[in-house]
């Protein structure tokens, strides 16, 4: 077995991230497309507000992030149990 570095475990957990992250994105669109076709409430509406911060996040928005990390964390560990 070969050894990774940490930069590699880093770039290819980076790209699962932002993949995973760009996926949802395309679903959670066609979901809201979907749902405001169809009269029902939207999924870009604000539901998570820490203003001092300037965080405001909708459905659609933590469902992006928690699959994006959710991914990196979970493409870091694989690399480093394979290594």
């Known amino acids: ?9 880093l770039a290819v957990s980076a790209a699962a991230g ?4 760009l996926v949802t994105a395309l679903v959670a669109a066609v979901i809201e497309l979907y749902l405001t076709g ?4 939207s999924i ?5 507000t820490l203003a001092p911060a300037g965080v ?7 469902g992006v ?3 994006g990390i959710a ?3 979970a493409t870091w560990y694989q690399i480093g149990r394979d290594a």
């Open 71 to 73: 991914a990196a964390l």
């Open 65 to 67: 992030l928690a699959a």
């Open 38 to 41: 169809h009269g029902y409430g």
């Open 1 to 9: 077995m070969t050894h990774r570095s940490a930069f590699v475990r």
């Open 44 to 48: 870009n509406r604000e539901i998570i």
């Open 56 to 62: 405001h996040l909708s459905i659609g928005d933590v």
């Open 18 to 21: 932002l993949g995973a992250a």
